[in-house]
T-cell receptor
Framework: DADVTQTPRNRITKTGKRIMLECSQT?????MYWYRQDPGLGLRLIYY???????NKGEISDGYSVSRQAQAKFSLSLESAIPNQTALYFC???????????FGPGTRLTVL | AQSVSQHNHHVILSEAASLELGCNYS??????LFWYVQYPGQHLQLLLK??????LVKGIKGFEAEFIKSKFSFNLRKPSVQWSDTAEYFC?????????????FGKGTHLIIQP
């Protein structure tokens, strides 16, 4: 079984719709992260969480919100999706802030 | 804020050729350095990492990287590439005590190996 899972794997939605991307992990890590990947731009950090009570903004948090429902679950929401949020979204976990991160399979989101 | 530069966005090589992908970072303090690989349609996987100690680190699949502190560089190398090495390669850095959490990634290098 995969250690970091993401649902859905693919999603097409329309401008203005609310959408939630979910991430679950079985690694027992406290640190969880959301990144978006755009062609030619690499990965950029959206939000990160140290534990259920500690949520922090990353480099590109505008237009996104997150929820850490439990140690194992970290959700990313787009309250009102817009076309430039079309991207590949990755969730990642880490044991500590300075260890390697383990990535989920990604969610490909298309906003029409 | 720290930044990571990968010099080559697209590289095309023939099988058995040697590979070197450049990576430079901007942060002047203590850093942890990583190379990740993303095979077509797959998630990111760790190739190798450097935290401290021997600046020449060996990773999976015959890859290695050398940390040169004076040059702020962490270049990835492989002596003889294979067709299966076709992928996107990302250099990343985080800085213990540097404030913000998470990894800062370079923009990636798309490597194509021709049979």
């Amino acid at each position: 079984d995969a250690d970091v899972t993401q649902t859905p794997r693919n999603r097409i939605t329309k401008t203005g719709k609310r959408i939630m991307l979910e991430c679950s992990q079985t690694k027992g890590h406290d640190r969880m992260y959301w990144y978006r990947q755009d062609p030619g731009l690499g990965l950029r950090l959206i939000y990160y969480s140290f534990d259920v009570k500690d949520i922090n903004k990353g480099e590109i948090s505008d237009g996104y919100s997150v929820s850490r429902q439990a140690q194992a679950k970290f959700s990313l929401s787009l309250e009102s999706a817009i076309p430039n949020q079309t991207a590949l979204y990755f969730c990642a976990t880490a044991l500590t802030s300075y260890n390697e991160q383990f990535f989920g399979p990604g969610t490909r989101l298309t906003v029409l | 804020a720290q930044s990571v530069s990968q010099h080559n966005h697209h590289v095309i090589l023939s099988e058995a050729a040697s590979l070197e992908l450049g990576c430079n970072y901007s942060y002047g303090g203590t850093v942890n350095l990583f190379w990740y690989v993303q095979y077509p349609g797959q998630h990111l996987q760790l190739l190798l990492k450097y935290f401290s100690g021997d600046p020449l680190v060996k990773g999976i699949k015959g890859f290695e990287a050398e940390f040169i502190k004076s040059k702020f560089s962490f270049n990835l190398r492989k002596p003889s590439v294979q067709w299966s090495d076709t992928a996107e390669y990302f250099c990343a850095v985080n800085s213990p005590g540097g404030g913000a959490d998470g990894l800062t990634f370079g923009k990636g290098t798309h490597l194509i190996i021709q049979p």
